[in-house]
């Protein structure tokens, strides 16, 4: 049989205190952290040089990678966790390089996922993490575009002139795209038609083909986003697997399957290009995931939050295992763990390509205010010891290849150690 391979998200800062417990103690053998750029005059990769990353000293890099060689020779696999499409410092004033919505606004949050420029700096930073650390793999993060939880127009980017050239390209026709998603949205205001899916507890084959007949372009900008997403990764993995060799590992962090797509993000076309798929199997927000933009569409629209909350539900079949929840008791609970088993039906389902599946699981118990929700989100009703040990049962049950804890800073230690013998036995 393989061997299970247990990893975890981790800081810097908690390694260098004694990562000789996270192997010993805690059985985590594959690292997922973020190390600093180094850059120096010599490095070639960057065209724009306003785009460079912000670097460390000659020394603290090379303390870095004296400290990476210790790691590696305690026995750890490094991958670099790499966040793609998000606005890194330096970019987040330059509008010309951010994301714009449907409706016209900058979003400063996101940067275009087709700028040229954007897509050159992406590009700089992973040759230059692969010339400068001795690391085993890279792992990348927010490979999509935007989910809704980033509230109701913001989900609805990039619509920037570059963008729509970019559906035109890939044979996608922008205006009906532009005019058959904004025609959605005004049909999304009338109540009835919200109602109507509710009172039949779910989208039928006919509502589906309804929707398609009368909003094809609906249709094409999800399928734009995936086959951007798509090309994408294939470049970048191309990249990663010719610097860093053929046993260079690349993984990518994709959002719960009742999510993905709507950002993008394909199961079957990653399977098909990356070595590990990591899932974000949170149970908490998977069913999070909708609610800034329920709250902003509910002010916009005049429709209740409760009804528009139970809209996503049933029409993305959370309903069809939790049943229906208001918008206070999404944000003030998870699903359960049932919501694991049901994702990983689907992801080896969709693993067509035989990726690795190393799903990650949320460890710690959350209640925070959220900056888009501007509400509070909490998982303490349901987050607990034997929630994380019955989500790694499962997991195992479905043949996950590997587990993945976000993240071990914050986790209760008793139940990670706990949470690595039941994966283990
Ligand atoms: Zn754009």
Redesign the pocket.
Known sequence: MMKKHLGSFISLKVLKENYRSIIDEYKIDTLHIHLPYYIDDQNPYYADKTLIPKSITYDEYKENVKFVRELKDYGFKIYIAYPVFVSHEGINERSELL??TLFGKVYSFRV????KKIIERIIGDIRTIIDIYDIDGIILDYIRFESPMAGFENFF????D??LK?MERKGFNPKRIVSDVSKFIDLLHTEDFVKSFINNKGLAVVDILEIYDNYPGLFEWFRFKKEHIEEIVKMLTRIMKNDGGRNFIVGANLLSPWWSLIAGQSYSSFSRIVDIIEPMLYADWMQWEGLTAVKEFSSISGLSRDLLTNFYFVILGLAYFSGLKSFDEVRLSSLGVESINYSMNKINIWNVGGAKIWPVLMVNPLDFIHKFLNERLSNKSTMNKEFLLESVRILKENNADGLVFFMFDRGDKEALKEAAKVWFE
Do not use: I
């Not at 275009?112 to 700028?115: E, F, L, M, Q, V």
């Open positions: 994301a714009r275009c996922p087709t700028n980017m990039c619509f920037c570059n963008c970019e």
